[in-house]
């Protein structure tokens, strides 16, 4: 007796944008919860042949925002700040641990709270933490953990999440960096995440480049890069230019590129207080008009 083959085929087609409309989102600020660095997006209005560039006022809605950079320039920090900040207006966040148990990430985040003056009460039944370090699996099965985390997303209505680091997801397999952060992306897009996926710098990659662990795959997929750097004032022509004492540590940011609205090109100075909050400071072209 013959058996068929059958074979089960799915219609693919590609849409006219028209048929898409209700699925466009719309444009606004989302609070980093990083001063000075909300300040640094843009958008544009157009009135008749007149152009008017209007601040954004906060990381792009439903953007994948890449922080990379070397040890110690408050890559994790401004990750924090961005989780408590959307929590404290009333947001369930998502907070993808792949290196810190919980109970010192909380620990870390109470004590960010209490520098910001934010009710720790009203915010840690915001936070939901999945960490990867309990759940080793998670770590060598992408697809277990995309769906994970969609589950957790639909279960508790999250409306951001943050990913501590994406590099730690593809430690010693680098080859793959490109198909789990493409992976990664896409649940974030599905659910319209405004995220910031956090990846390490290796020594050998530029301190003010894009690269990060994983090369440029990262930045490539992803929809807008900040590099954050350090540098130490080892002469005094660059403490005398930054009016810091001999020895000491200057941090910086840059916006490498952001696929979803304007954004400031200029490196900008930041400050790190003893509390471990970030701020953005001011551009460093400032300090050559003193």
Same mark, same amino acid.
């Given at each position: 007796?013959?058996?068929?083959?059958?074979? !089960?085929? @799915?219609?693919?087609?590609? #849409?006219?944008?028209?048929? $898409?409309?209700?699925? +466009?989102?719309? /444009?606004?600020?989302?609070?980093?919860?990083?001063?000075?660095?909300?300040?640094?997006?843009?958008?544009?209005?157009?009135?008749?042949?007149?152009?008017?560039?209007?601040?954004?006022?906060?990381?792009?809605?439903?953007?994948?925002?890449?922080?990379?950079?070397?040890?110690?320039?408050?890559?994790?920090?401004?990750?924090?700040?961005?989780?408590?900040?959307?929590?404290?207006?009333?947001?369930?966040?998502?907070?993808?641990?792949?290196?810190?148990?919980?109970?010192?990430?909380?620990?870390?985040?109470? !004590?960010? @709270?209490?520098?910001?003056? #934010?009710?720790?009460?009203? $915010?840690?039944?915001? +936070?939901?933490? /999945?960490?990867?370090?309990?759940?080793?699996?998670?770590?060598?099965?992408?697809?277990?953990?995309?769906?994970?985390?969609?589950?957790?997303?639909?279960?508790?209505?999250?409306?951001?999440?943050?990913?501590?680091?994406?590099?730690?997801?593809?430690?010693?397999?680098?080859?793959?960096?490109?198909?789990?952060?493409?992976?990664?992306?896409?649940?974030?897009?599905?659910?319209?995440?405004?995220?910031?996926?956090?990846?390490?710098?290796?020594?050998?990659?530029?301190?003010?480049?894009?690269?990060?662990?994983?090369?440029?795959?990262?930045?490539?997929?992803?929809?807008?890069? $900040?590099?954050?750097?350090?540098?130490? /004032?080892?002469?005094?022509?660059?403490?005398?230019?930054?009016?810091?004492?001999?020895?000491?540590?200057?941090?910086?940011?840059?916006?490498?590129?952001?696929?979803?609205?304007?954004?400031?090109?200029?490196?900008?100075?930041?400050?790190?207080?003893?509390?471990?909050?970030?701020?953005?400071?001011?551009?460093?072209?400032?300090?050559?008009?003193?």
């Amino acid at each position: 007796m013959a058996v068929k083959d059958t074979v !089960e085929t @799915s219609v693919i087609e590609a #849409l006219p944008l028209s048929k $898409i409309k209700e699925g +466009i989102p719309k /444009l606004f600020g989302i609070p980093s919860g990083v001063p000075g660095l909300d300040e640094l997006f843009f958008t544009f209005e157009y009135d008749g042949d007149g152009v008017k560039k209007v601040p954004l006022g906060g990381l792009p809605s439903s953007a994948v925002i890449h922080i990379t950079g070397v040890p110690d320039t408050g890559k994790s920090l401004m990750g924090e700040q961005f989780a408590l900040s959307q929590a404290s207006r009333g947001y369930n966040v998502l907070f993808v641990s792949v290196e810190i148990p919980t109970p010192f990430l909380a620990q870390s985040l109470k !004590e960010r @709270s209490r520098a910001l003056r #934010l009710d720790w009460e009203e $915010i840690e039944d915001r +936070i939901f933490v /999945l960490d990867i370090t309990k759940y080793p699996e998670l770590r060598d099965n992408i697809v277990k953990l995309d769906r994970v985390i969609s589950e957790t997303i639909e279960t508790n209505n999250i409306k951001s999440t943050v990913v501590d680091s994406i590099t730690g997801l593809y430690e010693g397999k680098e080859m793959i960096a490109r198909t789990i952060v493409r992976k990664l992306y896409e649940v974030m897009k599905r659910y319209y995440q405004t995220s910031i996926f956090i990846s390490q710098k290796r020594s050998s990659h530029e301190e003010e480049s894009a690269e990060a662990a994983g090369g440029y795959a990262v930045p490539h997929i992803l929809d807008c890069t $900040i590099v954050l750097s350090k540098m130490v /004032l080892s002469s005094k022509t660059l403490a005398n230019l930054y009016n810091r004492p001999l020895g000491d540590t200057i941090h910086t940011l840059r916006i490498d590129g952001c696929r979803m609205c304007g954004h400031d090109r200029r490196t900008h100075l930041v400050e790190i207080d003893e509390r471990g909050i970030v701020k953005v400071v001011k551009p460093i072209e400032d300090l050559a008009r003193r």
